[in-house]
C-alpha cells in the first residue's frame, strides 16, 4: 500500500444566512442553494474569518446522496483573500430525498468534501498546491457547517 | 449547412455589490470574484427580479481572455425560483491581464456566455430543456452586466 | 438589443467506435459515454482530423434532455494539437428518456454545443479566445455527429 | 475534531497508450492529454478491468502543480460497468512546469485524487453514495498509473 499521511491544516465554520433557495425537484434531484453570511477560519497557520460571500449549490440526487458545489472566501488576519472552492457528499440514506423534499433534515449530517484552494498572497500559496480533505459537519438548526480541513500528503 | 434559429427568451441585468474580492494573480491567472446584489429580468414569457445572491467567479488569463463560472438565481412575478449557471468569455485583448491587473478597464466589455436554467415551477420547465447563448455587456463604472439570452433551436 | 455575429470558423465530423458504454440508470440520468474513434475538421483557415481520441460523456436526463460533456483533440494538416471541450444539449422530447432507454432513437438528433478550443500553435492560438456556438447533427445509424463552430463575435 | 475513517474500497491500475497529446503551453499551463489503454481493479468486493477508453486531460500550472481531469470505466468480472470521474493534484515541485515541459519527468509522481463512481448495477450502487479518496503514483518509464481508494466514512 502507498504512505500517505494527513496533516490538519484549518477549519473553518460557514453561517448560512436567509431562506436557502429551494429551487425544487428537478430531473436530476432536489437544488436548494445555501447562501453563506459568514464564520471563521483557525489553524496552526491561519487566522481570519469567512467572508459573507459566496454559498453551496446543492443537489440532492433521487437516491439520497446530496452533491455540494461550494465556493467561498476566506480573509485571514493579515489581509489575505483565499478562495475555496468544494464539491462534496452528504449521504442522507436511502430516504434521503423524500425526507429531505419533506424538510426532515437530520439534526446533525456528516459532510465530506475535497477542497481547493486560490490565493496570491505569499504567506498562503502552499495552499494552492495542496490536494485535501474536508471533513465536516452540517447543523440545520443552527444554519451552520464545520469543517476540519487536511492536505493530503 | 444546419439550419438553426436564435429565439429572444429573456434578458437580465445583474448588479455588483461591495468591492470585487480580488484574489489576485495566480498561475492560471488573476482570479476575481464578483458579488450579485440583485436586477431584474424581463421577457416576452418571464419578468421578475435578480435575487441579491451568488456572483461570478472569474479567471483573466495571461493572454487577456476572461473565463466566467457565474450561479445568479431568478424570482418571477409569479414567485418561481429559477437557477441559472453560465460559463463565458470576456476577451480584454491581447494587453487585457496587465491591463485588468492595472484596473484599467474598458468603458463597456462584451460577455459572450452559454447560460443553463434549473427551475421546477410548471410554468417555467420549458426553460430547463435549452441550450443558450448570452450576449451582454459589462460597464465598469456602473457595476452592471445586462444579458439578452437566446434559445438556439 | 446589443449587436452581434455569428462566424463560421470550422466544422468537424466525429465518427463512434466500439459499443457505447451504457453505465445504466443512475439517479440523475441514463448515463452513456461514447468513445470517439477518429474524423475530420475542415473550415477556412483550418484543415485536418479528429484524432481517435476522447469522447462524449452522455447523462440523459429524466425530462428527456441529454446532457453532453465531451473532450476530442483535433490534429491540423500542419500538425497543430488542438483539444475541443464542450457541454451541450440533445433535447430528445419529453418521452425521450424512456426511448433512449429502450434503445429508440430518432433517425437524427439535433445537437446544441458550447466548444471552447485549447492550442499553443501560434497559427490556431486566435482559437483560445472565443466563445463558440456549436450546431449539429448525431446520426445513431452511422455513429456520426456532425458539427458547426461558430464564433459569437 | 470530528471523527472519520478511511476504508479502502479498491485498488486499480490504469496503463497509458500511445504518445500523450502535447497540447502544449497554454496561458494557465502546460495541456497534455493521457489516453487510457487498459488495467485492472481489485478490491475485497470488486474485480475486473479497466477498460481501453478515457484518460486525463492534465494541466501543469506554472507553479508546477498539475491539475487532473480523468474520466476512465471500470468493467467487472460480473459484467458491471462503473464509470470513474476524478479531479486531482500531483505537485511537481516549484520548477515542475519548467521540468514538465523538457519531458523531465521524476522517476514517480505522488498523485492525490477524489474518485467519484457511477453504476448502476445493483452489486456496485454503493459505490455511488462514496465520497472518496485516491491515492496513487504515476511511473512515467512505465506509462503506469496505480491508485489505491479510500471511502471516506
Redesign the interface.
Known sequence: ??N?ELE?ILSFVGKGG?TP?????????L?V?F?NIGGEVTGPRIRGKV?P???D?V?V?????AILDA?I?LETDDHA???V?Y???V?FGLDGYERFQRGELPPVARI???PRF????PEY?WL????C?G???YTPAARTA?Y?VYA?R
Open positions: 500500500m502507498f500517505y490538519h436567509g433557495e429551494a429551487i425544487g425537484a428537478l430531473p436530476d434531484g437544488r442553494n447562501q467572508r460571500t459566496g454559498g449549490w443537489t440526487r433521487k437516491d439520497g446522496v465556493r472566501t483573500l483565499i478562495l472552492t464539491p462534496g457528499i449521504d465530506r468534501t475535497s486560490f490565493t496570491s498572497h500559496v494552492n498546491r495542496l490536494h480533505l471533513i465536516g459537519e464545520s476540519e493530503v
